[in-house]
C-alpha cells in the first residue's frame, strides 16, 4: 500500500494528478489485483499505457478541498529471479559486445537508453568512476556486480539528502544520496560506456529474510537500474542494496531517469501559500491464507 496525502492552507479548487502507482505485468511478475483511490472523488479519472508499456493513471479534482489522498493497494505474485540470464553468453560475454552499437540494428530499439540526458549526466567525475569497472574484455556480469558493490560502498545512504532536482554531479561530489540517486549514477556510468541503461521504480519487501539485516530503501518507494543486454533482455541491479533484483523487487514501471516515472504529480489551483506532503509505504509478504495462492510463492503487496 503506496498513501500520498496532500495538505494545504488554504481551499484548492482544482487538481490535476497523473502517477505511475500501478506495478507492471512481467513474466517473472504478476498483478493479482491493483487499485488507485483518490479522496476527494475525482470529477475525472481513466487509466492509460505510456510509451514504455507503463500503466498509468489521470484524475482531476473539481470538488474544493484542503488535503488530497491518493491511495494504491496492490497484490503481486513475483518469481525468483531467471537464473540463465545471469549465466547467459550475453551475460557472460564481454561488455563491449553487449552494446547496442555493436549488435547493430538488433539493438535500434533501445538507442533513448543509451543517450546521456539533457542537462548531460555523463560528466568527467561519471567517466572515471566508470572506467574502473569497466576494464576490456570483463564479462558484463562481473562488471555490474563490481559497479553494483562499488556504490554501495563508496555512498552513504542518507534519507533526505538530496531532492528530485539533484543531478548525478552533485551526488558523485557528496558521495551520499538515496536509492534513486544510487540508481541514476549507476544509469549514468553504464551510458558513459555506451551501454544502454533504465531506470526502473518499485518497491522493496520490508520483511528481511531469516538472519538478516534490515535492507535499506524499505517502506518507502524504491528505486533501482537495468542494463540491456542482445536478445533485448534487461538484468537489473540494485545499488542500495549491493545485490542483482530479485523477487523481493516489485517493479512499478521504467523509464530513461526519475522524471519519466514519478510516483506522482500534478497541478493545482488555489491560493495556498503552504502545503505538505506525507508519504506512507507497507511492503509486506502475505501468506497463501490471504491471498489462496500455493504455499511456498513468495509475494509482496506495494
Known amino acids: 500500500m503506496h498513501r500520498t496525502r496532500y495538505t494545504y492552507d488554504d481551499v484548492v479548487s482544482s487538481s490535476y494528478g497523473r502517477c505511475y502507482l500501478t506495478p507492471r505485468e512481467l513474466p517473472q511478475q504478476r498483478v493479482r489485483s491493483a487499485e488507485v483511490v483518490i479522496e ?3 470529477d475525472d479519472v481513466s487509466t492509460g499505457v505510456d510509451v514504455y508499456g507503463n500503466s498509468d493513471s489521470y484524475f482531476h479534482v473539481r470538488t474544493n478541498h484542503d488535503s488530497l489522498v491518493v491511495t494504491a493497494t496492490s497484490i503481486v505474485e513475483v518469481d525468483p ?3 540463465g540470464l545471469r549465466l547467459s553468453p550475453a551475460a557472460l560475454g564481454p561488455w563491449e559486445q553487449a552494446r547496442p552499437a555493436a549488435v547493430g540494428t538488433a539493438g535500434a530499439g533501445v538507442t533513448e537508453f543509451v543517450l546521456d540526458l539533457y542537462p548531460p549526466e555523463i560528466t568527467p567525475a561519471v567517466a572515471d568512476y566508470a572506467n574502473v569497472v569497466f576494464t576490456p574484455g570483463r564479462p558484463l556480469i562481473e562488471a555490474v556486480t563490481d559497479l553494483t558493490s562499488r556504490i554501495f560502498r563508496d555512498f552513504t545512504y542518507k534519507s533526505g539528502s538530496t531532492a528530485i532536482s539533484t543531478r548525478v554531479e552533485t551526488v558523485m ?12 549514477v549507476a544509469i549514468a556510468c553504464l551510458r558513459s ?3 544502454a541503461a533504465r531506470y526502473e521504480s518499485g ?3 520490508t520483511d528481511p529474510p531469516p538472519g538478516k539485516m534490515r535492507i535499506f530503501g524499505a517502506d518507502a518507494s524504491h528505486a533501482w537500474a537495468a542494463v540491456w543486454l542482445p536478445g533485448d533482455r534487461w538484468l537489473a541491479f540494485d545499488p542500495t542494496n549491493d545485490k542483482l533484483v530479485d523477487e523481493r523487487h516489485v517493479t512499478v514501471a521504467w ?4 522524471d519519466d516515472v514519478p510516483p506522482l504529480r500534478g497541478v493545482i489551483y488555489t491560493e495556498s501559500k503552504k502545503s505538505r506532503i506525507d508519504v506512507s509505504v507497507d511492503v509486506s509478504p502475505l501468506g497463501p491464507d490471504e491471498t489462496g495462492l500455493r504455499p511456498g510463492v513468495t509475494e509482496t503487496a506495494g
Open 81 to 83: 529471479p531467471d537464473a
Open 193 to 195: 560506456v555506451g551501454l
Open 203 to 205: 518497491y522493496l519487501a
Open 255 to 258: 523509464g530513461r531517469d526519475y
Open 173 to 184: 561530489e557528496r558521495r551520499m544520496g538515496v536509492c534513486q540517486d544510487f540508481a541514476r
Open 40 to 42: 476527494p472523488e475525482p
